[in-house]
């Protein structure tokens, strides 16, 4: 017997206690939304193969005595928090239950607690699942809670429909209408006065408890403007309230039920449960379609697949504690505390940033109640599940190989998923390695004879990308491959790509490790270059984000910092140092026809003549620099994560205090590699400004054909930090992405320059690139024709 058989068997007899006993509203009713049926339908879909996205619901362990009993207490944490979020108020919609004051803002269907449920945006790397917000939509929520006074269900719609969001006036006004939200012309914002007496009928005019079915108390004053907690009021785009048993909220979250569930995945040909419902446009389906009432339990059972099933942070895996729990008896609290802080706060040690556990208590008398419903633990002879624990996705450390991955002894769990998707995308670049090696990872010497580089090698690089891809970086920032295996692979190599286009451009066609003198008036380079070059302040990169700021690295005016490698020009330009104003003024001029520097004040093209504070240039392959950067390392990798009890990659490194150890020979194994791909995950990949997402334009380009030079232009504005500004080296930038592109045969190397789109070729040249269009376009021909005879671009 399978394991959804044997759960299935176990479940049917005991319909009715779930629907009379369990599943009860705070009235002690029964509830009429939730039933055991839909949920036996439900696990139907989700328990068998293939499930949703390759996901099932967990069942339990097949060939092990016992086994099912750890299916069945995960359905059991499962419904004690669905018994607590939404059973206990026989909600399907989320209720208006937010009060500001003493009032309920018709506006909290954008967002309750402070919240915007249509900014639940996806994170980078999966931007193309979510929905896009449509400010027409109009929607009513099917259910609303009942209680006396109780606010009217949540309502969306376009602002020259509903210019503000109530229109039953308190009082002895009242405005006749047969639809909930009324239609209005009132321009203010309203709420819903829970006290007022409705039914009235000897008012002039009449008043009547009639905005919606069982009203007995409460309506619409519209007097004044009230906002939500975030200080909307109107509902334009607001439709994305929670829905289901667990409550799905958000663009992101409908945008996935559509991808793998709804109409989108049928639009693309894979395989769709509900082809005909299109969650993005058609949310409300969830809980008004009579014609699928399992979708109210799927909408949370793909959720606790998706987020707590999967979760793994700070040493607690689920499954492997569910284990723990089941073959430990079942005797304690602390697992289902830990599954509650997951669900209701996002951690499994709450308080963690948002706050205690709403209804823990409860939660864990739920917890309680399903289990004794299912006479667990069974038997009284003592007899137990003794399944082998579920090891936890492999965190991999960067100077480990491919070969020494352990394999987990669950059947594609989440980390396989992973570790196959970085096979995959390590098997396609292992074929292509004396390419790399020869074209991306060398660089002309001095004589100008083509070398490997010795600081940035193809085996470093697979062991950096593993960590990123397969771990990632405070568990969640990770190198963008496009996720799961089964998709193409031509995004996450495109990615690398551009990557290493950049990585060539900044500091492998030059072998170095630290930036150094590239920005010169004629052959004078200012020594307080080491403050920033091109116009550049890199003390004033610091965080925007009120969060991020408190991550950056202090400025000390006393740090005296030397670099230590300058790379293939090591011997002919003086290195980056640092030092104080009072041990040094100023900071003098580097002559490169005499060979010497010369002492006298002399302006960097930022106008600084001292290098005081002046430590945090670049390093690795993409000169990571500026306080704020160097700090986002020290707080994820290095001593402060170790300080703060967290895992570090570099836990004996302090990035603020000593970034000269990131190449130091020391130090400098696979680092060079693990601080880019960590700045790339944090400030490239997860752009998403001003209309513009790295992610989003990414997919853009490879569905187009690779022939829009805009994406790589506008990536390189990002990596320099000169966005809208002349970017240093664009032509190379964008010459080295092509090359990549077509050695690693991931377009027709024919495809990318035509001379249809160099009417829209977006060079920004620096002051060493400026040239007329004539010549831009001679040399464009120029490029097109040493690419493809195979040629080198990186000294043109």
């Not at 609290?333 to 499994?348: E, L, P, Q």
């Not at 405070?474 to 950049?502: D, H, I, P, R």
């Not at 170790?642 to 004996?652: I, V």
Request: net charge negative; with cysteine.
């Amino acid at each position: 017997m399978s394991l959804l058989a044997k759960v299935e068997s176990i479940l049917s007899p005991i319909t009715d206690t779930f629907d009379n006993k369990l599943f009860l509203t705070q009235l002690y009713e029964p509830s009429k939304i939730y039933k055991a049926a839909d949920l036996l339908s439900a696990l139907s879909i989700v328990g068998n193969e293939p499930g949703i996205a390759d996901k099932t619901f967990y069942l339990g362990e097949e060939g092990v005595d016992l086994g099912w009993e750890y299916g069945l207490v995960n359905l059991a944490a499962f419904l004690a928090q669905c018994m607590k979020e939404t059973i206990l108020y026989d909600a399907c919609d989320e209720n208006n239950w937010d009060l500001v004051g003493s009032q309920y803002p018709l506006s909290n269907s954008c967002g309750q607690l402070g919240q915007s449920y249509q900014d639940y945006n996806c994170p980078a790397g999966e931007k193309h699942f979510q929905c896009a917000v449509d400010p027409e939509m109009t929607i009513t929520a099917t259910t609303h809670a009942s209680w006396y006074g109780a606010p009217p269900g949540l309502f969306c719609g376009p602002t020259s429909t509903y210019p503000f969001t109530g229109a039953f006036l308190q009082s002895t006004q009242h405005i006749i209408h047969d639809r909930w939200p009324p239609l209005t012309t009132n321009t203010t914002s309203g709420y819903w006065d829970y006290s007022h007496w409705c039914d009235n009928p000897w008012a002039n005019p009449p008043e009547y408890c009639d905005v919606y079915e069982g009203q007995k108390a409460g309506g619409i004053d519209n007097t004044e403007a009230v906002a939500n907690r975030a200080g909307r009021t109107d509902v334009e785009g607001c439709c994305w309230w929670g829905r289901g048993v667990i409550q799905t909220t958000g663009v992101c979250n409908y945008g996935k039920l559509n991808y793998y569930l709804g109409a989108r995945a049928a639009q693309d040909g894979r395989s769709s449960r509900y082809p005909e419902i299109d969650f993005c446009k058609t949310p409300d389906k969830i809980c008004s379609d009579p014609n699928y009432p399992e979708l109210k339990w799927i909408a949370g059972l793909f959720y606790w697949m998706e987020s707590v099933q999967s979760y793994n942070q700070g040493g607690w895996y689920y499954l492997a504690e569910l284990h723990k729990f089941v073959n430990g008896g079942m005797e304690d609290n602390s697992f289902i505390d830990a599954v509650s802080g997951i669900v209701n706060r996002g951690c499994h040690n709450p308080p963690c940033a948002t706050g205690e556990v709403d209804g823990a208590t409860q939660r864990r008398n739920h917890f309680t109640n399903v289990l004794n419903a299912l006479e667990l633990p069974s038997g009284s002879n003592g007899n137990r599940p003794s399944s082998i624990i579920p090891e936890a996705p492999v965190i991999v450390t960067p100077n480990v190989t491919q070969s020494t991955y352990a394999d987990t002894d669950t059947n594609e769990t989440t980390a396989q998923l992973q570790l196959n998707t970085y096979t995959a995308l390590t098997n396609e670049l292992m074929h292509y390695q004396d390419v790399i090696e020869n074209t991306v990872l060398s660089y002309p010497d001095l004589d100008g004879v083509k070398v490997k580089s010795g600081t940035y090698t193809f085996e470093k690089l697979l062991q950096s990308l593993a960590y990123a891809i397969d771990s990632g970086y405070a568990g969640e920032k990770k190198f963008y491959t496009n996720g799961t295996m089964g998709t193409s692979l031509k995004y996450g190599m495109v990615n690398l790509a551009a990557f290493l286009a950049q990585a060539m451009t900044e500091s492998i066609q030059y072998d170095a490790c630290e930036e150094f003198h590239l920005d010169s008036d004629g052959a004078k380079y200012a020594i307080s270059n080491s403050c920033g070059q091109f116009g550049n302040n890199y003390q004033d990169y610091q965080c925007k984000d009120s969060w991020d700021g408190v991550l950056e690295c202090p400025i000390h005016e006393s740090m005296n910092i030397k670099a230590v490698d300058g790379g293939k020009y090591g011997f002919q330009r003086p290195n980056f140092y640092c030092r104080s104003k009072a041990e040094k003024p100023f900071s003098g001029v580097f002559d490169e026809r005499s060979s010497s520097i010369i002492e006298i004040p002399y302006p960097n093209s930022a106008n600084r003549t001292n290098v005081e504070g002046c430590c945090f240039w670049g390093r690795g392959a993409l000169m990571t620099k500026g306080p704020c950067m160097l700090g986002k390392l020290n707080h994820y990798l290095g001593s402060r994560a170790a300080d703060e009890g967290r895992a570090a990659l570099y836990p004996e490194i302090d990035f603020c205090a000593r970034p000269d150890l990131i190449c130091r020979e020391s130090a400098s194994s696979n680092i060079v590699w693990d601080i880019t791909l960590f700045e790339w995950v944090e400030r490239i990949q997860s752009y998403d400004k001003n209309g513009w997402s790295y992610i989003e334009n990414l997919h853009q380009f490879v569905d187009g054909g690779m022939s829009d030079v805009s994406f790589i232009n506008t990536v390189s504005e990002i990596v320099t930090g000169a966005v809208g500004r002349n970017v240093p080296f664009t032509g190379q930038r964008w010459a080295n992405f092509n090359l990549l592109l077509t050695n690693l045969q991931l377009k027709d190397e024919q495809s990318f320059l035509t001379m249809t789109n160099f009417n829209n070729f977006r060079y920004r040249w620096s002051s060493a690139e400026r040239l007329s269009r004539p010549g831009l376009i001679l040399v464009g021909f120029i490029i097109t024709g040493i690419l493809l005879l195979g040629f080198d671009f990186t000294e043109l």
